[in-house]
Structure formats: C-alpha cells, structure tokens
C-alpha cells in the first residue's frame, strides 16, 4: 500500500493554552502514558512561550515539541514575533503554518502562508500547512477548487526535492472545536484531493510520499475510522491533545494505523 512511503503522524495543536506548569504537568503525565517505541511521528505544537518547558519535560520521549506559528521574515522590527530560525536554534522542527484560526484573527493570507512555508524550509523546519473550507464554502460547492487555490499557493515556492519535507493538515473550519467530525469518507474525498494535486504539480513519487493530516473534532472514538482511509495519514488534533489520556490513545491509534 501507498501509505509505507509516508509517515503517520499525530500531532497536538494545544493553541492557546496552558501554563508553563500545566505544560510540565502534563508532560511528566504523558511521559508515564505514551508507548516508549509510539509506532508513528508523536508532535506536540505549544505555545512558544512553553517549549522549553516541554521539551525539558519530555526529553528521552520520542514526542516532537512543535510551535503553532512563526514569522516569515528571518528578523526584524515585528513586535511579539518568534522566527524560523529561533524555532529551529531551540531544536524545533515542526511548526503549524495557516491555521484557519490564524488566518480568520490574524490576517494570514494564502501569500504570507506561502511566505512562510518557505521560510521554514530555509530554516531546516518542517512546515504542516492548513487548509480547509468554511461550512458556508462547503454549502456553496467550491470545496475543492477552494483547497486547490490555498494548497498550490502554499505550495508555489516548493521545489521538489522539498515537498517530502512538508506536511498538509485538511482542516474543515466547520468541524474544528466544534465537535462535528467530517465522515472519514468526506475527509477522504479531500485529502485524495490534495494528493492528486500534488501529483499533477510535482509526480507521483513526490505526491505518494507526503503526509497528509485531517484535523477537526478528532477524538478516541473517530479517529481509527479517519485513518484507515487510503489518503489519510494522521490528525492535526486540539482539544483532545490537552489530556494525556487522550492523546496517548491517539498515538496509539496512529501506532496502529502505520502498520496496517
Ligand atoms: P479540535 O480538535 O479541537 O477540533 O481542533 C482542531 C484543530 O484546529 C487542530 O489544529
């Protein structure tokens, strides 16, 4: 099958929460939970105020401590941002970039998503590019060639001997936070989607060996459904990455998932 050439990741998208010492409470309860060998990538993107924290919390785990977001300049006069290269100088290597919540607050736009995919490339990161529709887009019927524009624009600034280096989250707005799931065969149909297009822009040997995450309501009780499916190779997760418990049994499901 298709999926040995890629990675399955779970990755926990904390946003904002959690204090520096709930950041090691939970890592010390995390630490006791995760399998020692999880079978998949384990990220866990935090505040970048905590990842020190994390990091010393979980060193000797095979857990990824990630950031949500950077800036795509390499310095400068911008107030309260964090760049590619601090992320990487303190041993980051995955970094969200264009979350819907980052694009809806923040002003994020196709072009400074694109910014910074390529900025984190530069800076030895691993960028997990959102994208995803809004309910009203889905409504509306232009899902796909809406994913296509956000995708080949994130994209633009990719050579191909990167793309493996990148991964893709499929987050449908409508699901995220809200506790409705996109069917496994609806986040199927997208993330098919997306790697056909990557095909078309790349070929099939660099399509085949891209993660492709879905993230949005993602939970113990979906999640082995969402990645059984061919194209689907891990979750961006939020609120179910905030208890270990949980968490852990999503490694485990994507443990599962990558030996299938
Ligand atoms: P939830 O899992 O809380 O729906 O959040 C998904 C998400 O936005 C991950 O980036």
Known sequence: MNKKYRKTIIAGNWKMNKTASET???????????????????VLCVPALNIPTAQKALKGTRVNV???????????????????????????????????ERRQYYNETDASVSRKVCAALAADLTPIVCVGESLEQRKMGVT???????????????????????????????????GETATAEQAQEVCAHIRALLRKKYNATVARGVSILYGGSMNTA??????????????LIGGASLKPADFTALVEVGGKADTE
């Open 222 to 235: 979906n999640a082995a459904g969402l990645l059984a499916m061919p194209d689907i190779d891990g979750g």
């Open 66 to 100: 990630g950031a949500e977001t950077m800036h795509e300049a390499a310095s400068g006069a911008y107030t309260g941002e964090v760049s590619a290269a601090m992320l990487s100088d303190v041993g980051v290597k995955y970094v969200i970039i264009g979350h819907s």
């Open 144 to 178: 796909m060639e809406l994913l296509a524009y956000q995708l080949l624009s994130a994209f633009s600034g990719v050579a191909e001997e990167d793309v493996r280096r990148v991964v893709v989250a499929y987050e449908p707005i409508w699901a995220i936070g809200t």
């Open 24 to 42: 090691a409470a939970f890592a010390a309860e995390l630490r006791e939970l995760l399998p020692r060998r999880p079978g998949c990538e384990v």
